[in-house]
């Protein structure tokens, strides 16, 4: 009976994961497109829903303690408590880029675009597919899944590079384009560092599974 209760509260904070994670995916998706479509309303949602992610970490940190004291649990047990707590504060950190994001959004007025936005939303997707991908392989508990996931934030670095450089390149043709391309390679850098935060979260897969502590 003890171990039910312990599975279902497990199960419990599973999900609270993947809740964390679907408002993550589509918080990125809003502050992206927000930013190509210059909807300041969507901008919006994405900036109050930061609050409610913040509430969710804490919400989950408080049942893994919680779970830890009243169960007492050993071996995998203990390290998927332990890692579902860090992995929530990595989505909530994403969730404070993606709110950094829709700010920028903001910031910009409605001015025209120095360049048109092709790898930004390209960034956007694949770091989209990567937080599902990687609370997947969460879920399912599967360690190859998340090392496959986590090799794919090289394709990130990468389209952060590109996208650096162009930009450079116009601010340093048109000094007036300097202000906007800043703004623009924020934005980048933010989508690269969502891409460390998934990753993150797939070296804590591993390390539940197999106790090993790897890096991507």
Known sequence: MVRSNFEKDLEKLNQDILKMGSMVEEAIHKAVTSLVEQDFELADQVMKQDDKLDRYELKVDKKCIKLIALQQPVARDLRQIGMIAKIATDLERMGDLAYNIARITKELSGEEFIK????????????????????????????????????????????????????????????????????????????????????????????IVTAERVTF
């Open 116 to 207: 048109p936005l092709i790898d930004i939303p390209r960034m956007a997707e694949i770091v989209q597919e990567m937080v599902r991908e990687a609370l997947e392989s969460f879920v399912n508990l599967d360690a190859e899944q998340a090392r496959k996931v986590g090799r794919r934030d090289d394709e990130v670095d990468e389209l952060d590079d590109q996208i650096i450089r162009e930009l450079l390149t116009y601010m340093m043709e048109d000094p007036t384009a300097i202000k906007q391309g800043n703004k623009l390679m924020f934005v980048s850098r933010y989508l690269e560092r969502i891409g460390d935060h998934i990753t993150n979260i797939c070296e804590k897969v591993v390390y």
